[in-house]
């Protein structure tokens, strides 16, 4: 540095004159050399400023002993002297040394990307601020899907084509519902689906699994006000109740008429709109379960199976009594009334007002005046 | 003959100079400088020579003027070409606007 001063110094110095005439464009004629050696006495003088105020300055420090403070011993200094390498910051610190390592989650025994780590156990353990977010939206959005897995399984006489377009619809769905909730999510729903052990994703899938409802379990006001909004209809496969709403496509108010009288009683309340708009075409794709719970209307025997009908003879014995009793019988909680193979859906949950039904052709006419006035008992 | 010129041209320093304080300019131009070389490290590098003195001639026996006569010489010879310019333009163009001649 000194070495280039001084030969900068000398160059300076032989080239004084040229600089001056380069630097003088603005000034006029004759009075420039005056001007000009004005303008250089007086930065002489300025620099002359700044060279004595630094001697003041640090010779004040000397004597009030604070001009040496930031320098300790030999050995600390050279221990934390400043670092000029590449790929290595100031301090001597790599700067992504940790990009590379995984860690093991103690949640679901993943490996994890470091820097990806953070984010992984909140959702993994459900704690945080987003995760209970994005469960509640994946439940929410489950919901409408469970519907079409549940009916997936009562339509045992689709085709295969059928059944793998569903499975493709419920992944492919999925995977749209998991990139609106995180744009980083592009794992394979299979993957996920294997190895989420516990947490909130795993609940939701198991919701997803299980939406099925299985009538044994449920007591008879819970069957009632599930039969009041759900279709109800029970899948011979897997016995439990369509989730879906009255009036789904996959099952005809037959049917369904014929789930509330297995379930609540021959004399259980009418379907709200199916009488209605029901007719006697049966243009439904499995029409022998169809026909063996007309059957049942007729004999009033239990209508999930035709085998497994004749066991059940609790259900046909109780049923008889109360279906001979048909007009004197006042409806109790337990939704009574008579009727023997007519079948009412539920309007409303308990306490109907007296239906009496007498035969099948009958019903399309007699349910409207009762509908009437079930909707009146529900307000 | 010489001496009138002379004594003129002190005059006109001596009026140019006393206007450079009265306007404020002369503050300015010392500010200026000041930051520019601290901004550029010279006040560092200085430091550093002066540290060199000190340890030289003995931390109790320091005087201003020792510390005076070692920087003085080497500081003007470390101002880097860029501010001398940019200072020596300002000064150019305050002449030119106050300076009657």
Redesign the interface.
């Known amino acids: 540095m000194t070495g280039y001063?001084s030969y900068y110094?000398a160059v300076k110095t032989s080239n004084r004159d040229f600089q001056m005439k380069m630097?003088d464009m603005?000034?006029s004629g004759p009075?420039n050399t005056?001007?000009?050696a004005?303008?250089?006495?007086?930065?002489?003088e300025?620099?002359?400023?700044?060279?004595?105020?630094?001697?003041?300055e640090?010779?004040r420090a000397?004597k009030q002993g604070y001009?040496?403070l930031d320098e300790t011993d030999q050995e600390s200094m050279k221990e934390f002297e400043i670092v000029d390498q590449p790929g290595v910051d100031i301090f001597g610190q790599v700067y992504n040394q940790w990009k590379n390592k995984e860690c093991e989650c103690p949640n679901c025994k993943r490996l994890i990307a470091a820097s990806r780590f953070a984010p992984h156990l909140e959702k993994c353990l459900g704690m945080g601020r987003n995760s209970s977010r994005i469960a509640n939206r994946r439940l929410a959005s489950s919901n409408n899907m469970s519907k079409s897995e549940s009916d997936q399984e009562d339509n045992d006489d689709l085709n295969d084509n059928d059944w793998s377009y569903g499975a493709e619809k419920k992944t492919k769905k999925r995977k749209s519902d998991k990139s609106q909730n995180s744009p980083r999510r592009s794992k394979s729903l299979k993957h996920k689906n294997g190895e989420i052990g516990s947490g909130v994703g795993a609940e939701s899938y198991k919701y997803n699994y299980n939406t099925g409802i299985s009538y044994e379990t449920l007591g008879p006001d819970e069957v009632r006000s599930l039969l009041t909004t759900q279709c109800g209809v029970i899948s011979e496969h897997t016995k439990k109740m369509c989730t879906r709403s009255q009036r789904c496509p996959q099952h005809t108010d037959e049917q369904r008429r014929a789930v509330r009288v297995f379930l609540l009683g021959p004399s259980a309340p009418t379907l709200p709109d199916a009488d209605a708009v029901e007719t006697d075409s049966f243009d439904i794709p499995d029409a022998q379960p169809l026909m063996s719970r007309l059957q049942w209307e007729d004999s009033d025997i239990s209508p999930t199976d035709s085998a497994s009908s004749k066991a059940s003879t609790n259900h046909s014995d109780s049923r008889k009594p109360k279906k001979k009793k048909k007009p004197s019988l006042p409806l109790n909680s337990g939704g009574g009334g008579s009727g023997s193979g007519s079948l009412a859906g539920g309007g409303g949950s308990s306490s109907q007002s007296n239906i009496s039904i007498s035969t099948k052709k009958k019903r399309p006419k007699l349910s409207a005046p009762p509908i009437s006035s079930i909707y009146d008992d529900l307000n | 003959m010489l001496k009138r010129i002379m004594s003129k041209d002190s005059q006109m320093r001596a009026a140019i100079n006393q206007k450079l304080i009265e306007m404020g300019e002369r503050e300015r131009l010392k500010e200026l400088l000041r930051a520019k070389l601290v901004e550029c490290g010279w006040k560092d590098q200085l430091k550093a020579h002066c540290k060199d003195v000190i340890r030289e001639k003995g931390l109790e026996h320091v005087t201003v003027e020792d510390l005076v006569t070692e920087v003085t010489p080497k500081g003007r010879a470390l101002v880097p070409d860029s501010v001398k310019k940019e200072l020596l333009q300002r000064i150019r163009a305050f002449l030119a606007q106050h300076a009657t001649l």
């Open positions: 001063q110094l630097e603005p000034l009075d005056r001007l000009e004005l303008a250089h006495d007086i930065y002489s300025l620099v002359e400023d700044a060279c004595l105020g630094l001697c003041f640090v010779h000397v001009f040496f």
